[in-house]
């Protein structure tokens, strides 16, 4: 897409810190990380978000995320290594291609908020409902 800027770094028209590459994807570190070694990866075609995205892009954007993690596993020994993937400017998707975020965590950093939240127990007849109409929905 020709605006896209993870399309123009895929192109190479901007330049960016490549990790990994193979036919169907391409990663990079975010150069507005989170953490030390925030990687993004994403699928070379574009597709906007999880709605979009072929099935067979998908698969190669996750299967490269374990040879990536491995290997953040290895270079920077984190505790734990977060995959977050945002869809919709809803839920604050700011580059319109789909991209896995892989943030990695150690001890003394921040807790990342939306991997940290209070357990109460929901509405249990409600939540019912909603398994129900969402289970009908799917095609
Ligand atoms: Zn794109």
């Known amino acids: ?4 800027i993870f399309c123009k770094i895929i192109k190479g028209d901007i330049p960016s810190f490549k990790v990994y590459e193979d036919d169907r994807v391409f990663a990079f570190e975010d ?3 989170i953490s030390r070694g925030h ?3 994403i699928p070379k075609a574009h597709a906007q978000d999880l709605w979009e995205i072929p099935e067979e892009d998908l698969a190669a954007v996750h299967k490269a995320s374990k040879k ?3 290997a953040i596993k290895k270079a920077l020994n984190p505790s734990g290594v977060a995959c977050l993937q ?3 400017r809803g839920a604050n998707q700011v580059v319109m291609h789909y ?3 892989l943030i990695p965590r150690s001890g003394d950093e921040p ?3 939306v991997s940290s939240w209070e357990l109460s127990q929901g509405d249990m007849e409600a939540i019912k409902e909603t398994a129900a109409k969402i289970a009908a929905a799917i095609a």
């Open 86 to 88: 945002l869809n919709g």
């Open 68 to 70: 990536i993690i491995a």
């Open 111 to 113: 807790e990342l908020p």
């Open 31 to 33: 150069i507005n990380p």
């Open 39 to 41: 990687t993004l990866v």
């Open 1 to 4: 897409m020709e605006d896209c």
């Open 99 to 101: 991209h896995l975020h």
